[in-house]
């Protein structure tokens, strides 16, 4: 199975402030990858798929890139709705996995 | 407007069949290049990726778990159905399904709200 590696685990932030999250995949995914955002106690919502492109309804300010294996999600302004717990998933090679997450709290 | 809502037992003891119904609205699973799946998450951990229907009957199952997991589909009902066999307290966990589109390469664009199913003597 296809490894995705989040790092950091927990990220300290204040409102206003980037947030850049790391993802590893432990062998090529090429572009097959995507974003997730869980507020606690709901569902989570997809931000961002094929490595970059926004989903429908996202604000401009979430971003995804590539390099490699590595890929980022920037958030470029911290707003308070944007606490949470994020989540990669890879959907190159079954089975389909994803990252342990990284949560995004506020400093 | 699509949404999928889950539906089930919160309580199965070990050893028992779970069966789990994903009843969903605005849209069809006959229709070209759609999918519906499931997720669970145990309380306090990751998101884990466990089956998936294609609208034309091809199915996918996480291999660590597919002895255990069926996937079935009822167009008529616009449901989805898991089962998974032989419960454990490890299964404890809240199960989601989704939508997912090949236009978006069936990454999960809808979600239920997800239902917490314990597994518990």
């Known amino acids: 199975d296809i490894v995705l590696t989040q790092s950091p685990a927990t990220l300290s932030l204040s409102p206003g402030e980037r947030a850049t999250l790391s993802c590893r995949a432990s062998q090529s995914v090429n572009s097959y990858l995507a974003w997730y955002q869980q507020r606690p106690g709901q569902a989570p919502r997809l931000l961002i798929y094929?490595?970059?492109n926004r989903a429908t309804g996202i604000p401009v300010r979430f971003s995804g890139s590539v390099s490699g294996t590595d890929f980022t999600l920037t958030i470029s302004s911290l707003e308070p709705e944007d606490f949470a717990v994020y989540y990669c998933?890879?959907?190159?090679?079954?089975?389909?996995?994803f990252g342990q997450g990284t949560k995004v709290e506020i400093k | 407007q699509i949404t999928l809502k889950e539906s089930g037992p919160t309580l199965v003891k070990p050893t028992q069949t779970l069966t789990l119904t994903c009843t969903f609205s605005g849209f069809s699973l006959t229709t070209s290049g759609v999918a519906v799946g499931w997720v669970r998450q145990p309380p306090g951990k990751a998101l884990e990726w466990l089956a998936l229907h294609y609208w034309d009957d091809d199915k996918r199952y996480s291999p660590s778990l597919e002895s255990r997991l069926t996937i079935t589909k009822d167009t008529s009902k616009n449901q989805v159905v898991l089962t998974m066999t032989n419960m454990d307290p490890v299964d404890t966990a809240t199960y989601y399904c989704?939508?997912?589109?090949?236009?978006?390469?069936?990454?999960?664009?809808?979600w239920g709200q997800g239902t917490l199913v314990t597994v518990s003597s």
């Open positions: 094929g490595a970059f």
């Open positions: 989704a939508h997912g589109r090949r236009t978006i390469s069936y990454y999960f664009d809808y």
């Open positions: 998933q890879q959907r190159s090679t079954w089975p389909w996995t």
